[in-house]
Antibody, heavy 120, light 107 residues
Framework: EVHLVQSGAEVKKPGESLKISCRGSGYNFVDYWIAWVRQMPGRGLEWMGIVYPADSDTRYSPSFQGQITISADKSINTAFLQWNSLKASDTAIYYC?????????????WGQGTLVTVSS | DIQMTQSSSPLSASVGDRVTITCRASQSISRFLNWYQQNPGKAPKLLIYAASSLQSGIPSRFSGSGSGTDFTLTISSLQPEDFATYYCQQTYFTPWTFGQGTKVDIK
């Protein structure tokens, strides 16, 4: 069975750095894109970017380019989302999702979400 | 970026109703359109991919149609567990943008 398991909730101060993770199991990790999606409190889904673990090909939404770093380590079947300097406006739930590498690129399996709270 | 615009939210309906949610893309996306359902406090769940293909395990009362710029998600007979928020997403070009969401609530 396919599973994506994300790291636990985080509470950080503005200006701090953070790296959250998403570990895949039950499938060949390198064959699927991993996307990161933000959901701010009471708001909709925002697509942040994707990484292809086989070759670390990465694409970013212009809205998030330069603010985050997305990466993957195929040796441990894990994708990462990283900030160097958090802002209060980064407070949100962050989801990872597995997307097929061909065809419709649909997100067929999602992590449970990681709540990030940034507050002084 | 491709903009995705969904039906107004909320959409009020009753159990047993036929419900239709629309999604319009700002440019043609062929059939690279997916539909997700999200319940409060839960991760999104894939319902429909490639505009009209039903994801494994999803009840047949859900269906999708459309191509190009105009798409529809239909629930043929609304069940209590279907009161949720629905999102469309295009995967034709990155960034793979979502619609703003349509909440289906109880009339």
């Amino acid at each position: 069975e396919v599973h994506l398991v994300q790291s636990g909730a985080e509470v950080k101060k503005p200006g701090e750095s953070l790296k959250i993770s998403c570990r895949g199991s039950g499938y060949n990790f390198v064959d699927y894109w991993i996307a990161w999606v933000r959901q701010m409190p009471g708001r909709g889904l925002e697509w942040m970017g994707i990484v292809y673990p086989a070759d670390s090909d990465t694409r970013y939404s212009p809205s998030f380019q330069g603010q985050i770093t997305i990466s993957a380590d195929k040796s441990i079947n894990t994708a990462f989302l990283q900030w160097n300097s958090l802002k209060a406006s980064d407070t949100a739930i962050y989801y990872c999702a597995r997307h097929s590498g061909s065809g419709s690129f649909s997100g067929d399996s999602w992590g449970q979400g990681t709540l990030v709270t940034v507050s002084s | 970026d491709i903009q995705m615009t969904q039906s107004s939210s909320p959409l009020s309906a009753s159990v047993g109703d036929r419900v239709t949610i629309t999604c319009r893309a700002s440019q043609s996306i062929s059939r690279f359109l997916n539909w997700y359902q999200q319940n409060p406090g839960k991760a999104p769940k894939l319902l429909i991919y490639a505009a009209s293909s039903l994801q494994s395990g999803i009840p047949s009362r859900f269906s999708g149609s459309g191509s190009g710029t105009d798409f529809t998600l239909t629930i043929s007979s609304l069940q209590p567990e279907d009161f949720a928020t629905y999102y469309c997403q295009q995967t034709y070009f990155t960034p793979w943008t979502f619609g703003q969401g349509t909440k289906v609530d109880i009339k």
